[in-house]
C-alpha cells in the first residue's frame, strides 16, 4: 500500500510539471554526473608542462629515445615539435638533458672550427666557412622578437682574374614569423643591412628577404621599375612631395572659399640623377713668380792659328721666369629628387547667392572676376614653390561645380511642419512602441490568472515568531470561534489555486481514489461515511458536502496539532480586505 503511495505521489508531482521542468530534472543531474567525472579524471591527470617546443626532427627523436630510457613519461604536441612531461620534474630533466648535449643546436656556427683537420682541403675550409657564417646570422637574425627561425643561404663567387669579370655576391634569407607577427619595412630594410654588410662585396640590394610563407618582403631597388624608369622608393618619395605641395594649396583655398569650392591636382617631376663634378677656377691676375732661369752665353773665334786676328764675338743672354698662378678646385655633388617641374592644376566653385522671383526663391552662381582669379593663383604659386626658370605651370579656373549647398537649399526649401521632419517621425515611432508595450504589460499583468498568482505569491504566510503565546484551551476556542468555519467559505479543491492545494487533493471530481487517499492521508479518523455518522448528520450526503465535511475536520484537525501555525494563519486572514477574501 506504500509503495502504491508512492508511486501515486511521484506520478502527481511529475505530472504537474511542464516540459521545461521535466527535461530540467533530467539534464541538471546529467550535467553534475558529468562534472563530477571530469573533475576526477583531470585530478588523476599529473599537470604537464613544456620541456622543449620548437624542436627539429633529429632533436627530437633524440630527446624521446632519452626520456624512454630514463623511464619518464612525455607527450608529443605540434607535429613533433614540442615535448611535454610532468611539471615537477620537468626542471630536473632539462638539466639531465643538457648535460648529454641535448637539443643539439640545428644550426652551426663558428663552433664548427673548434675541433681542425690539418688534413682538409682548400675547397673544404672555405665551405665550411660559408656554413659557420651562414650559421652566426642565421642566429642572430632569430634573435629577433618578431622572428621564430631564420635560414641564410650565401653565394660567393670564386675570384676573377679581372675586376670586370667579377661577380657580386648574394644572399636569401627565410624567415619563420612568430604567431601573430609581422615584420615592418625597417625591420627587413635592418636584415638586408645585416647580411651585406657581412661578406665581403655584397650589396645591400643583393639580398632577398621572404617568409615562410613564400612572400618576398625585401624590395629590390632595381632600374627600370615603372614606366619612367623609377625605383619603388624614387616612385615612393614623388608621391610624397605631390602630397605634401597639394594639401599646402588645398589648406589655403579651404581658408579662403571654405571646404569643398576648391579642388588641387599638382604633378611633381623630381630629378633623381646623381651628379658628381669637379669645377677649377684659374685667377691669371693675381699671378705671382714662381722661379727665374737666366741663361748668359759669351763666344769668340780667330781665322788663323798665326794670327790671333779675332774674327767673330757673340755674346747671348737668356731668362726663364715661371709664375704661380692660383686656382680653386670645387667638388660639387648636386642633390638627388629635388624638383625639376611642377605641373599644378586647381578649380574654383562660382559664387552661390539665393535670389527670390515673384516669390519663389532659388539659386545662382556667379562667375568670380578676373582680379580675384589672379589672387588666388598668386596663392597656389606661393604654396607649391613656382619658379619660372623651371618652367612650371599653373592653371586656375572658375568652373561651377555640382554639388548641392546645404546651407542655401535650407533656405529656399519649403518649412516641414513638426510631425513631418524625420528625427520627429523616429522619436514618436519609438515613444508609440513603448506606449504599446506598457500597455500590453498592463494587460497582461490584469488577467485573472495572473493576478490570483500574485496575490497567492503575496499572501502565502512566512516564518514568523507570534508575539502572543496560546497556551490554554480557551484561547484556542476563541480564536476558532473567531475564525467562524461556514460551510459557504469552505472551497472545494476544484475552486482553489495549484499553490494552496493539500498534498493528494486535485481539481477532478470526487471518486473513488480521491476517496482511498483521503482515508490513506487520515487512517485515524476512519473513512468519510464514519466522519459523516460522527458528526450526527445522517442524511445522504451529496459529494459537495461530503467534500466541505472534509475540508473542515482538516482545519479542526490542523489547529489541534499546530496551533501557533493556525493562529498566524487566522491573523492574516483577519488583516485581510472582507472584499479580498474568496467568495464561492
Known amino acids: 500500500m506504500a509503495d502504491n503511495d508512492i508511486q501515486n505521489q511521484v506520478k502527481s508531482f511529475f505530472g504537474k510539471l511542464g516540459i521545461v521542468q521535466k527535461a530540467a530534472i533530467v539534464i541538471i543531474p546529467a550535467l553534475v554526473v558529468f562534472a563530477l567525472a571530469y573533475f576526477l579524471i583531470s585530478t588523476g591527470t599529473k599537470e604537464q608542462a613544456v620541456l622543449f617546443s620548437g624542436l627539429e626532427g633529429a632533436d627530437a627523436g633524440k630527446i624521446t629515445e632519452n626520456l624512454k630510457e630514463r623511464g619518464i613519461k612525455y607527450q608529443i604536441k605540434d607535429n613533433g615539435a614540442t615535448i611535454t612531461v610532468d611539471k615537477n620534474i620537468v626542471m630536473d630533466t632539462r638539466l639531465a638533458l643538457a648535460a648529454e648535449g641535448l637539443p643539439e643546436t640545428s644550426v652551426v656556427g663558428y663552433e664548427l672550427f673548434d675541433q681542425t683537420n690539418l688534413g682538409m682541403s682548400e675547397f673544404v675550409q672555405k665551405l665550411n666557412h660559408k656554413r659557420a657564417l651562414e650559421g652566426e646570422l642565421s642566429k642572430t637574425i632569430g634573435s629577433i622578437e618578431e622572428i621564430k627561425k631564420a635560414r641564410v643561404h650565401i653565394v660567393v663567387p670564386e675570384r676573377a682574374l ?50 615562410h610563407k613564400g612572400k618576398l618582403l625585401s624590395i629590390q631597388d632595381t632600374e627600370g621599375g615603372t614606366a619612367a624608369g623609377l625605383t619603388a622608393k624614387q616612385l615612393d618619395q614623388q608621391r610624397k612631395v605631390e602630397e605634401h605641395l597639394t594639401n599646402k594649396a588645398q589648406a589655403i583655398l ?241 475552486e482553489l489555486p495549484e499553490q494552496l492545494l493539500l498534498e493528494g487533493e486535485s481539481r477532478s471530481p470526487l471518486s473513488d481514489d480521491n476517496l482511498m487517499l483521503e482515508s490513506s492521508l487520515y487512517p485515524e479518523k476512519g473513512s468519510i461515511s464514519k466522519k459523516g455518522m460522527y458528526s450526527g448528520k445522517n442524511a445522504q450526503l451529496d459529494e459537495e458536502n461530503l467534500m466541505k465535511l472534509e475540508l473542515r475536520n482538516k482545519v479542526q484537525d490542523f489547529i489541534d496539532k499546530q496551533a501557533e501555525d493556525a493562529a498566524r494563519l487566522i491573523r492574516i486572514m483577519i488583516s485581510q480586505d472582507p472584499d479580498e477574501r474568496p467568495k464561492k
Open 254 to 494: 579651404d581658408n579662403v572659399l571654405g571646404v569643398g569650392n576648391s579642388n588641387v591636382r599638382l604633378n611633381a617631376e623630381l630629378d633623381f640623377t646623381r651628379i658628381e663634378q669637379t669645377k677649377t677656377d684659374f685667377d691669371p691676375d693675381r699671378a705671382v713668380i714662381r722661379s727665374e732661369q737666366i741663361i748668359t752665353e759669351d763666344s769668340k773665334s780667330t781665322d788663323s792659328l798665326y794670327y790671333l786676328a779675332v774674327v767673330n764675338d757673340r755674346a747671348q743672354s737668356n731668362s726663364v721666369l715661371n709664375y704661380e698662378i692660383p686656382q680653386n678646385t670645387e667638388f660639387i655633388v648636386h642633390s638627388v629628387g629635388h624638383v625639376k617641374r611642377l605641373s599644378v592644376a586647381a578649380v574654383v566653385n562660382s559664387i552661390p547667392k539665393v535670389t527670390e522671383n515673384e516669390g519663389k526663391k532659388s539659386i545662382t552662381y556667379e562667375e568670380r572676376s578676373d582680379e580675384e582669379m589672379q589672387k588666388l593663383t598668386d596663392i597656389i604659386k606661393n604654396a607649391v614653390g613656382y619658379d619660372p626658370a623651371r618652367n612650371d605651370q599653373i592653371t586656375v579656373n572658375n568652373i561651377r561645380f555640382d554639388t548641392n549647398m546645404d546651407e542655401f537649399e535650407n533656405e529656399i526649401a519649403p518649412k516641414l511642419e513638426w510631425y513631418e521632419e524625420p528625427y520627429n517621425q523616429k522619436l514618436m515611432l519609438l515613444v508609440g512602441i513603448i506606449l504599446i508595450t506598457v500597455l500590453l504589460m498592463y494587460k497582461f499583468m490584469q488577467s485573472k490568472m495572473i493576478k490570483e498568482r500574485v496575490r497567492i505569491a503575496m499572501e502565502l504566510p512566512g516564518k514568523a515568531e507570534l508575539s502572543v503565546d496560546i497556551d490554554s484551551e480557551a484561547q484556542q476556542q476563541q480564536i476558532v470561534d473567531e475564525l467562524n468555519l461556514d460551510d459557504n467559505l469552505m472551497l472545494l479543491p476544484s
Open 162 to 211: 679581372f675586376t670586370e669579370d667579377q661577380k657580386i655576391p648574394t644572399a636569401s634569407v627565410t624567415l619563420q614569423l612568430r604567431s601573430g607577427r609581422n615584420l615592418s619595412s625597417k625591420i627587413v630594410e635592418a636584415i638586408q643591412t645585416l647580411v651585406a654588410t657581412s661578406v665581403e662585396g655584397m650589396a645591400t640590394n643583393n639580398v632577398s628577404v621572404i617568409d
